[in-house]
């Protein structure tokens, strides 16, 4: 029996949130987690438990009707876009069963449309990490996906426990775009040039100055509203403890916070200040057939 199973990195936003929904640059990390999706000959259609909604608009556009389908991997409630590895790697899989090979812009346009379809805005910076992998610095839409060889990065990821609605804090920040244009103008161009910054000092290594851009662009990210008490105190315990740097990434509300330092004093801190430490490794490989 036909068989077959595909496998895609989650992703940690480094920096450049929100402003990347607007035309500006991001740079995004895969990280170590994946998500791996199977698909068996079936004369049924057979959807994995839980929100099918990517998978049944991926079936819809890739016309397939019959198909046992699992999925597999880590939890959506981390915020490290288990919806985007599983789309990319469906679109992958589907690809390879049907023997109708496809590359990685192909696939990126599949799986982009697919989350358009289902969350109305996005950049497409999460489907471009699951299907390159490593670091990539990112425009909207794909407009721009550049590979970024960086050394291993010096990360550590506090998680704070809370589920963030990506779609509605896209959508509070679409209204502040409307009724402030000016400023959200101003605070996205700021956040560009930040991104722009720290790809050099990536690429060289200087993570001290990386962690200033970070620290600066958090700060745009708290005008922007998307911050919370919570993620401030894991961000200023992780910086009286040492770290470079810390920031939200991702849309903000809850999710994941970076710090840049690698040490078990910031490691405490956050925990300290009420977070979780996930054991994440940064620039994996994108997504592949196992
Ligand atoms: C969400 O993880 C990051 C946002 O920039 C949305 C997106 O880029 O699709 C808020």
């Not at 009724?179 to 000092?201: F, H, N, P, T």
């Given at each position: 029996?036909k ?9 940690i ?28 000959e ?85 489907v471009?990490?699951?299907?390159w992998?490593?670091?990539?610095y ?6 721009v ?13 506090g ?20 009724k402030?244009?000016e400023k ?14 720290a790809?050099?000092?990536m ?25 919370t ?5 894991l961000?200023?315990?992780s ?49 592949r057939?196992?």
């Amino acid at each position: 029996m036909k068989k077959i199973t595909v496998s895609a990195p989650g992703k940690i936003m480094l920096m450049g949130e929100h402003a990347v929904v607007y035309g500006y640059p991001c740079i995004v990390t895969a990280v170590s987690e994946r998500m791996t999706v199977t698909l068996e000959e079936s004369d049924e259609m057979i959807l994995p438990p839980g929100d099918t909604r990517f998978i049944e608009i991926i079936l819809e556009m890739m016309q397939v009707s019959m198909m046992k389908i699992s999925t597999n991997g880590f939890s959506s409630g981390y915020g490290l876009g288990s919806s985007s590895a599983i789309t990319v790697s469906l679109v992958k899989a589907l690809s390879e069963y049907i023997g109708k090979k496809l590359n990685k812009k192909q696939i990126f346009d599949i799986a982009y449309k697919a989350v358009l379809k289902v969350q109305g805005k996005g950049s497409g910076f999460d489907v471009a990490a699951a299907i390159w992998g490593g670091t990539l610095y990112f425009v909207t839409g794909g407009k721009v996906i550049e590979p970024l060889h960086i050394k291993e990065m010096p990360l550590v990821v506090g998680y704070t426990g809370v589920k963030a609605d990506t779609v509605s804090l896209i959508q509070n920040v679409a209204e502040k775009m409307e009724k402030e244009s000016e400023k959200m103008q101003r605070i996205y161009d700021a956040i560009g040039k930040l991104v722009d910054d720290a790809k050099i000092q990536m690429l060289v290594g200087d993570w001290g100055r990386v962690g200033k851009f970070m620290n600066y662009n958090q700060e745009y990210l708290r005008d922007l509203g998307v911050s919370t008490p919570l993620l401030e105190q894991l961000i200023s315990s992780s910086i009286s403890a040492g770290a470079y740097g810390a920031k939200l990434s991702g849309a903000g509300g809850g999710d994941c916070m970076i710090t840049l330092g690698d040490n078990n004093d910031i490691k405490k801190a956050i925990q300290d200040a009420g977070g979780a430490v996930l054991d994440i490794k940064t620039n994996a490989e994108g997504v592949r057939v196992e």
